[in-house]
Antibody
């Protein structure tokens, strides 16, 4: 059973960079075939896909966030990470990491429990 | 603002059938498969339906999905108290800005 766990600071100051890590257990990121993703949910609101990375390092980002997002992978630690720069209060959200699997198109079959990140001075 | 529109709420009594709609356009539902996620209160979303009508292992068969044109639907037959949750449709959207995975506005299902 694959499990994902997010970690990182719960509070980030405006204009700084939000950094989160997702640790994967029960499966190897480098085994291939999956798209390791970040998705967020603003308080009381809907879901927003941020982007994903393939084990090879290739990435794809939400066009509306692309200029501020970097997703990277560390196969030696079985982790992948999110960096979101120049944050504002609008980036306050619960951030989820998830595994994307491709069958016809990619969908997300395993999710972490989520971590709340608040942007405030 | 989401490009996939769902009714904000739906309700039913135990045992009833509840249907949730998801309206999109030719750039998303009209040309790509639809997935559905269930989010129980205070928890992460869980995959419920993928590729329009496929259930992952462990999802009860009283959950079913369908798609027609630029709309999709999720049906819950034999509604149970544990089905009280938020439900989101999702699909890839191929717009001028590029490819983006978009979620619906969400529907809160209440079991009366």
């Amino acid at each position: 059973q694959v499990q994902l766990q997010e970690s990182g600071p719960g509070l980030v100051k405006p204009s700084q960079t939000l950094s989160l890590t997702c640790t994967v257990s029960g499966g190897s990121i480098s085994s291939g075939g999956y798209y390791w993703s970040w998705i967020r949910q603003h308080p009381g609101k809907g879901l927003e896909w941020i982007g994903y990375i393939y084990y090879s390092g290739s990435t794809y980002y939400n066009p509306s966030l692309k200029s501020r997002v970097t997703i990277s992978v560390d196969t030696s630690k079985n982790q992948f990470s999110l960096k979101l720069s120049s944050v504002t209060a609008a980036d306050t959200a619960v951030y989820y990491c998830a595994r994307g699997v491709e069958q016809q198109l990619v969908y997300f079959d395993y999710w972490g429990q989520g971590t709340l990140v608040t942007v405030s001075s | 603002q989401s490009v996939l529109t769902q009714p904000p709420s739906a309700s039913g009594t135990p045992g009833q059938r509840v249907t949730i709609s998801c309206s999109g356009s030719s750039s998303n539902i009209g040309s790509n498969t639809v997935n559905w996620y269930q989010q129980l209160p205070g928890t992460a979303p869980k995959l419920l339906i993928y590729s329009n009508n496929q259930r992952p292992s462990g999802v009860p068969d009283r959950f079913s999905g369908s798609k027609s044109g630029t709309s999709a639907s999720l049906a819950i037959s034999g509604l149970q108290s544990e089905d009280e949750a938020d439900y989101y449709c999702a699909a890839w959207d191929d717009s001028l800005n590029g490819l983006n995975y978009v979620f619906g506005t969400g529907t809160k299902v209440t079991v009366l």
